[in-house]
């Protein structure tokens, strides 16, 4: 399986609405760095805990959003739901598979209960299926039940992002009237996530450039129906102006048979296919299976690949079956039939949890080479001081040759709490490298007292080679068995190689912060570990993150956009690192787009000498608009300076514009002349936001004779073409050719990706 990198980032722009949306450009730069270590493939889709074993799937999540309020009918609902796909499945797929296990999550929001369990490694952000407020771009009207809909990053037989439902569709009885039972909804919609499969029924919402109810066959000399498969007996009707219809006594004209054209027809009530699932039409009792097209396959299941829909136009005409035997679940005839009378899922109730994050650091004498331990000691205090949302459990190891507990987990709920942290950040680097000895005594804070360990979070940063590399592997299967995650710093690209494995096999993300001034994965990193499990309101919201060398003397001058969404608590952080121990405290000055003035003398400037910090914060919630900021060097040597920016909501209950970025494919794909895809999403909260400008910069390596190359720009679109499955969902989409092969294809680290804001 797969996994995205670098985490998610966060951007706001000018603008305020979702409506302001469609009227306003924004450009937005993807910087994709190319690292130099061996891996071989990690790439967009997320880390899923959905394994078939022995023809029962375990491992699905339900997450329940966070605004959606205690309801113990919906959780009946889903329940009924399940137990409902479960059946269907197993007959759907022949007898080879079924639902075993399901954890359904519940919202922190709601009240907690003996018999909510612990999440473990669950979350919404990682969730299998969701239930969440509506997206108007497939469900444009809340008069009917949201119709439910999965959403798709990449093409056929790639899964997909998650399947998402909202409560309406669940608690309305009018839903299976409109959709048929809810449970077999669901199996279509597995379907679309598992499997990569797509709608084979014309979909005016959905795909509305193709959408074609009739089309003329070639092969039955009629009008069909442009759904799978030809056996449906349909009935020519003619609409009333209320959307009822009668049927037609008037015979159609030559014309209108053979364009079919002005012709409308449905499926009668009594049908004798059985085929297709992915038709859509759920509601009649005679579908139970997927198309296919071997020749041994029964009539009544046999592909249509005339039809012009959505599964056929992106599946090149394959039928159902003939993707998923592609799968992993039923490659190479994996798991035949088995016989069971027993396909009803085991259901458990657990309850999110507030984050545990022990920050495991290496001190190690090379992290004294340039500049690293103040590196990290900087970013680490700003995450304890910044970013750490209230609530939040966090420990702190450092290790060298050998590891040692600075604090234990520590709720964060107040602003001395978070000075304590911060203090017990190391400043100094000596010894060698045992990356075990920190992991073993990070576990040994996370399981003290008999807690369980399961659903925290490691943030490991190293720049070292493993001298206890056995000792290392050994904690690595003691935290997959715990189901403790490890998100992976490598500071540089001679930091250990096994990162990756830790990274990999416990399900966590991998961070490159290279030696470069402009390098910001530490940041990132750290940013990343607050942001799944989290309400996206409840975050802290990076606007900007860039690092670079600033010369004696050197005036620099930029600004960022805040839109109305966000603006609480606000922060410019200016870190610098590099210069003389005696080095002079940046200068900064901050203009609002009111013309106020935030400088040395407002009350909220403060400067940290030790940690070589100013931080300007802005008091109640920032005003909407560009501001403009100006950081000199006074010192009379250069310095590295790393500037971010960020922010909260600006109220509760208002969700941010959110910008994601993902990456499909490996050097591995590239190599072999598979095409990468880049992806960047922008939405607020479900909303989609369209008529975005996206750019693509590609940060290049220099070449084998260490000649630096320039970026390379491309623009990613949102048009239902190319590499783009579905046209204004609010994901953009553009491949990358063979036009951009770099030198690096020895190489097997993984790429790794991030948006970052510019102005426009």
């Keep these: ?86 059946s269907y ?37 990682g969730a299998d299926i969701i239930i969440a407020p509506r997206n108007p771009r497939f469900a444009p009207t809340s008069v009917f039940p949201p119709a439910p809909h999965t959403k798709h990053y990449e093409g056929c037989g790639k899964q997909a992002a998650y399947i998402h439902l909202t409560s309406h569709f669940l608690l309305n009885e009018t839903s299976e009237e409109l959709y048929g039972n809810k449970g077999r909804v669901l199996v279509h919609e597995w379907g679309h996530y598992r499997w990569g499969l797509f709608n084979e029924y014309p979909d005016p919402i959905g795909d509305p450039e193709h959408y074609r109810q009739l089309y003329f066959s070639v092969e039955e000399g009629k009008c069909l129906l442009s759904v799978c498969t030809r056996g449906w007996n349909i009935t020519s009707v003619t609409y009333n102006d209320d959307g009822t219809y009668v049927p037609n006594t008037d015979v159609p004209s030559i014309s209108d048979l053979f364009t079919c054209k002005n012709l ?34 029964d009539p009544s299941l046999e592909h249509n690949p005339e039809a012009p829909n959505k599964h056929n136009r992106l599946c090149n005409q394959r039928s159902c079956w003939s993707i998923m035997r592609d799968h992993p679940d039923f490659k190479d005839a994996n798991l035949p039939s088995l016989v069971t009378l027993d396909v009803t899922p085991s259901i458990v109730l657990a309850r999110s949890k507030p984050k545990r994050v022990v920050l495991v650091l290496d001190t190690s004498g090379s992290m004294n080479s340039l500049n690293r331990i103040s590196k990290l000691a900087s970013v680490s205090r700003n995450f304890i001081t910044n970013v750490v949302v209230d609530g939040s459990h966090i420990g702190i190891v450092q290790f060298s040759n050998r ?77 997959i068995e715990e189901g403790v995650s490890i998100d992976g710093v490598a500071f540089s690209n001679t930091a250990e190689e096994n990162i990756v494995s830790l990274q990999i096999e416990t399900g966590g993300k991998l961070f490159l912060q290279t030696d470069a001034p402009s390098s910001t994965g530490l940041y990132e990193a750290f940013q990343s ?46 870190s610098y690192f590099g210069g003389a121990l005696d080095a002079q405290p940046l200068q900064i000055v901050i203009t609002n787009p009111m013309d106020e003035v935030f400088d040395v003398s407002h009350e909220g400037y403060g400067e940290d000498l030790t940690f070589q910090i100013v931080t300007v914060r802005i008091p109640g919630t920032a005003v909407p608009g560009f501001w403009s900021y100006k950081v000199t060097n006074i010192n009379s040597s250069a310095i590295g300076v790393l500037i971010t920016i960020s922010t909260l909501a600006s109220q509760d209950g208002v969700d941010p514009i959110i910008v994601s970025s993902e990456l499909s494919g490996s050097i591995t794909d590239f190599a072999n002349d598979k095409p990468l895809i880049a992806f960047g999403e922008v939405r607020q909260g479900t909303y989609p936001i369209i008529n975005v400008m996206v750019i693509a910069t590609i940060e290049r390596p220099p070449d084998p004779k260490g000649i630096p190359q320039d970026p390379v720009q491309i623009q990613l679109l949102d048009n239902g073409a190319g590499a783009d499955v579905t046209k204004n969902d609010g994901i953009y989409s553009r491949y990358f050719t063979n036009l951009l092969v770099l030198d690096f294809m020895a190489s097997n680290w993984p790429f790794s990706m991030k948006l970052v804001q510019q102005l426009y």
């Excluded at 007959?91 to 003996?114: C, G, H, S, Y």
């Design 264 to 297: 409308n027809f449905i499926p009668n009530n009594m049908q004798s296919t059985t085929a297709s699932i992915m038709s859509g039409y759920t509601n009649f009792p005679t579908v139970r299976k997927f198309c296919d097209d071997l020749e041994t396959t």
């Design 403 to 479: 590891g040692i507990r600075l604090s234990g987990l520590t709720v964060v709920d107040s602003d001395d709490t978070r000075q304590k942290l911060a203090d017990l950040i190391p400043t100094d680097a000596s010894g060698s490298t045992c990356i075990g000895c920190g992991l073993e005594i990070a576990l040994e804070i996370l399981t003290e007292n008999g807690m369980d360990a399961a659903g925290s979070l490691v943030v490991l940063v190293t720049d070292g080679k493993d001298g206890e590399t056995t000792k290392t592997n050994d904690f690595k299967n003691r935290y």
């Design 529 to 574: 570990t607050m942001e799944s499990g989290i309400a996206e309101n409840n975050r802290r919201i990076e606007l900007h993150a860039s690092s670079s060398t600033f010369e004696p003397n050197q005036v620099f001058s930029s600004g960022v956009y805040i839109d109305p969404t966000v603006g609480n608590n606000t922060l410019f952080d200016f």
């Design 1 to 86: 399986m797969c996994s995205k990198l670098m985490g998610v980032c966060y951007i706001t722009s000018v603008l305020a609405t979702s409506e302001m949306a469609n009227r306003v450009n924004l450009i937005l730069s993807l910087a994709i760095l190319l690292l130099n270590n061996p891996f071989r493939c990690l790439g967009l889709t997320k880390p899923s805990a959905v394994k078939l074993e022995n023809n029962e799937y375990s491992g699905v999540v339900i997450a329940i959003h966070h605004s959606e309020l205690e309801n113990e009918d919906l959780i009946d609902e889903i329940i009924e739901m399940v137990n409902d796909a479960s």
């Design 89 to 125: 499945l197993y007959e759907a797929t022949n007898n080879r598979a079924f639902f075993k296990d399901v954890t359904i999550l519940i919202p922190d929001t709601w009240p907690d209960k003996p018999d909510y369990q612990s999440p473990g490694n669950s979350t919404f952000e």
